[in-house]
């Protein structure tokens, strides 16, 4: 058994040159699959490779949502020794690594020894610059890290107790030239190439937007005022391969179908030939503002009258419009359904269906996105199936909704020698304070009776009721769950909670 060349080809397509590392662009379960390590090894026993021992590193790392994840590349990180802050070196590491390990590679890369001489800042996009001295075992991935960032090494000048960036106007002189360096290469030319999905092939070049020139579709719909529900559909439809290539061919022209009374005379398919060809155009640079489109669609329906509309019955209006004007039947024929004889298979009687709905409906429309869907019937009396081939054009799907909360809290034994702890945990959004703290004491081994959860906000302790749902939970609201010496509702004590803050 041995490999096709297409095959190889594939492969080689995933991998960047000389690296085994993936290219951008590729797409897990669509591009490339994670497999077991069982069916890993028989494939490698099958094919060869694997690499130079016969084994591959896999890596994972804990996401936002605290899932574990397979790192299928490396995070990319820019690094630079201050004071030197224009000569950035990027350095590949696993989000995986602690961030010991990662300040061990820093030291490495710039050649520094002393390790209780040097400390590390993050320099974040939205300016914030923080010194990272938190816990050194914490993996990178709970930094959230990503290639906007930048590790700034501050080495302490030999002979000193103090540290240069200690001094408040000198760390926000250097913010400001970061700022500054930041948003010039923001607004310099690029190297970022933009690469379509094709889902029949990969054979699609990549647009270079980096050279200033033609976008070929990349191309913005000005707002006319509640137009964005309109300009959404014409953005999906445009971004069709073979319904835009059919537009700029001019071949709609010899389908355009004038007498069709349920159509637009044509008016719909001309404009709409116009629109797609403009935001195609090699001139086009930045943006196009669909007036003509609109106002023509304005006067054959209310929907675009003005008023926000809904994004999917708009996008079908036009599909139908589209359809009805580039229909390429004349005259259409009368049809009746009959039960197929007994005996025929589904594929005969899904070919006959099929037949009979495309002599009312036939235009390239029906081409791309007519289909079919099969319905079973019982009779629960009879016991007879019925079967029927209906057609379908659209697809309503709901938009998932993720009714989980990700909560982390600080946790506070009671006694003296317990460290406070940083935990973590995912809960449901209407789950009440009572039922997260018997999750907690799950995670902590300390009954729930025993445990007493306050919010921090802006200094203030607040105890927080037990019937309060999690969801009412803020972004700003810093969880503590305390351990007292006895339960909560032995009225013969009462807990004194005592937060200590480190002053700066």
């Given at each position: ?8 080809q594939?492969?080689f397509f ?7 590392e ?8 669509v591009?490339?699959e994670i497999i077991p390590?069982k ?14 021992d016969?084994?591959i590193v896999?890596?994972?790392y804990e996401?936002s949502?605290?899932?574990?994840k397979?790192?299928?590349?490396p995070l ?10 224009v ?8 989000r995986?690594?602690r961030i010991?390990?990662c300040?061990?590679?820093l030291?490495e890369k710039?050649?520094l020894s002393?390790?209780e ?11 914030t610059?923080d ?11 709970d930094?959230?890290l ?5 590790i700034l ?8 107790d ?12 250097l913010v ?7 948003e ?5 030319p690029?190297?970022k ?18 050279s200033?020139?033609?976008?070929h579709?990349?191309?913005?719909l ?7 529900f309109m300009n959404?559909?014409?953005?999906c439809?445009?971004n ?5 290539a059919?537009?700029?061919?001019g071949?709609y022209?010899?389908d355009i179908?004038p ?5 637009r ?6 404009i ?9 155009n090699d001139d086009?640079?930045t943006?196009?503002y669909p007036?003509?489109?609109k ?5 054959q329906?209310s ?6 509309q809904?994004?999917?019955e708009?996008l079908?209006?036009i599909?139908?419009?589209?359809h009805?004007?580039l ?5 259409k024929?009368?049809?009746e ?13 899904a070919?006959?269906t099929w037949?009979l709905?495309?002599g ?8 791309l ?5 099969r319905s079973s019937?019982k009779?629960p009396d009879?016991k007879?199936?019925?079967v029927?081939?209906d057609?379908?054009?659209y ?7 993720n009714n989980?909360?990700k909560l982390?809290?600080t ?5 003296t020698?317990?460290?406070?702890s940083?935990?973590k945990?995912?809960i449901s959004?209407?789950s009440?304070?009572?039922e997260?703290?018997?999750k ?13 959860l306050?919010?921090l906000?802006?200094?203030r302790?607040?105890?927080v009721?037990?019937d309060k749902?999690?969801?009412d939970f803020?972004d ?8 007292t010496?006895?339960?909560l509702e032995?009225?013969k004590?009462?807990?004194?909670l005592v ?5 700066k």
């Amino acid at each position: 058994m041995t490999l096709s060349c297409d095959f190889l080809q594939c492969v080689f397509f995933l991998l960047v040159d000389g690296k085994n590392e993936l290219r951008e662009g590729a797409i897990e379960k669509v591009d490339y699959e994670i497999i077991p390590q069982k069916l890993w090894n028989t494939l490698v026993s099958l094919f060869g490779g694997g690499g130079e021992d016969g084994e591959i590193v896999v890596r994972t790392y804990e996401n936002s949502l605290f899932e574990i994840k397979v790192e299928t590349r490396p995070l990319v990180v820019n690094c630079c020794l201050y004071p030197d802050i224009v000569k950035i070196v990027p350095i590949h590491v696993s989000r995986s690594l602690r961030i010991e390990e990662c300040a061990a590679i820093l030291m490495e890369k710039f050649d520094l020894s002393q390790k209780e001489n040097t400390r590390f800042w993050v320099f974040s996009p939205d300016g914030t610059f923080d010194l990272r001295d938190e816990d050194t075992k914490k993996p990178l991935s709970d930094l959230d890290l990503t290639i906007k960032h930048l590790i700034l090494v501050e080495q302490r000048e030999e002979g000193r107790d103090d540290w240069t960036l200690d001094d408040k106007v000198i760390r926000s002189r250097l913010v400001a030239d970061l700022k500054k360096q930041t948003e010039a290469t923001d607004a310099g030319p690029s190297d970022k190439k933009i690469v379509p999905y094709n889902l029949r092939s990969h054979s699609d070049r990549p647009r270079d937007i980096s050279s200033g020139g033609p976008t070929h579709g990349l191309v913005g719909l000005g707002n006319l005022g509640n137009t964005c529900f309109m300009n959404s559909s014409l953005q999906c439809l445009s971004n069709i391969p073979e319904l835009t290539a059919f537009f700029r061919s001019g071949n709609y022209e010899k389908d355009i179908n004038p007498h069709n009374p349920m159509g637009r005379q044509g008016d719909i398919a001309r404009i709409y030939a116009s629109l797609v060809d403009e935001l195609w155009n090699d001139d086009t640079r930045t943006s196009v503002y669909p007036n003509r489109f609109k106002s023509t669609l304005s006067r054959q329906t209310s929907l675009f009258n003005g008023a926000q509309q809904d994004a999917q019955e708009s996008l079908q209006y036009i599909v139908d419009c589209l359809h009805e004007d580039l229909s390429r039947v004349k005259k259409k024929p009368y049809t009746e359904y009959k039960d197929p004889p007994e005996g025929t298979t589904a594929q005969k009687h899904a070919d006959d269906t099929w037949a009979l709905y495309r002599g009312r409906e036939d235009s390239i429309i029906v081409d791309l996105f007519h289909g079919q869907i099969r319905s079973s019937i019982k009779c629960p009396d009879c016991k007879k199936l019925s079967v029927t081939f209906d057609p379908v054009v659209y697809y309503s799907l709901p938009l998932p909704t993720n009714n989980m909360k990700k909560l982390a809290y600080t946790f506070i034994p009671y006694e003296t020698n317990g460290r406070p702890s940083a935990e973590k945990l995912i809960i449901s959004k209407n789950s009440s304070v009572e039922e997260l703290l018997k999750k907690i004491s799950e995670q902590v081994r300390v009954n729930s009776e025993y445990l007493v959860l306050v919010t921090l906000y802006e200094h203030r302790v607040t105890h927080v009721r037990k019937d309060k749902p999690c969801d009412d939970f803020s972004d700003r609201d810093r969880i503590l769950v305390y351990q007292t010496a006895q339960p909560l509702e032995d009225r013969k004590f009462i807990p004194v909670l005592v937060y200590l803050r480190k002053l700066k």
